[in-house]
């Protein structure tokens, strides 16, 4: 009897020792492959490109709406807008539903010459799910123009 209750012993002992030296590395290990980044940038790219003809000096382009579920972060803006401007371009904004507007300084315009302007910049701007990101151009002169704008960022899951 008392060999048995000195192995059962010597027993829990081993496993106590061996818990306390095994145990947090294979739990480490547990731990890394349950938890995931999944609101990485570079999981969920983001990236569309409209084409649109503006008339009489007004221009809107809608994007999708967002998805039930995710959140949308612009971070980055191009248009191209082409017509036959008397005039410069007045406003160009981009905004949402929910969102306020986020206005392109005058500065941001590069005329390219034969009346095309060029807005390229980065931007951080947030949209939830339903809102409709929209691009709007208005001008002075009363001629149709075209707008050809692309907005690229990425996806985050919004639980």
């Not at 410069?88 to 981009?94: E, H, N, R, V």
């Not at 005329?111 to 939830?128: C, S």
Request: aromatic share 10%; glycine share 10%.
């Amino acid at each position: 009897m008392k060999n048995r209750l000195l192995t059962l012993a010597g027993a829990l002992a081993l496993l106590v020792v061996l818990g306390r030296f095994y145990a947090v590395p294979v739990y480490a290990q547990v731990k890394a492959a349950l938890v995931q980044s999944r609101d990485e940038k570079a999981r969920n790219p983001y990236q569309v490109r409209i084409n649109v003809l503006g008339a009489g000096g007004t221009s809107t382009t809608t994007f999708p709406f967002v998805p039930a579920g995710k959140r949308l972060v612009i971070e980055h803006v191009s248009v191209l807008i082409r017509g036959a401007f008397a005039d410069t371009i007045d406003s160009a904004y981009l905004s949402g539903n929910q969102a306020g507007a986020f206005q392109f300084t005058p500065g941001v315009y590069t005329q390219t010459g034969g009346g095309a302007y060029v807005i390229n910049q980065g931007v951080l701007e947030y949209f939830d799910a339903g809102d409709t990101p929209t691009f709007n151009v208005s001008s002075s002169s009363a001629n149709p123009f075209t707008t050809i704008a692309t907005i690229s960022g990425y996806t985050i899951d919004i639980p």
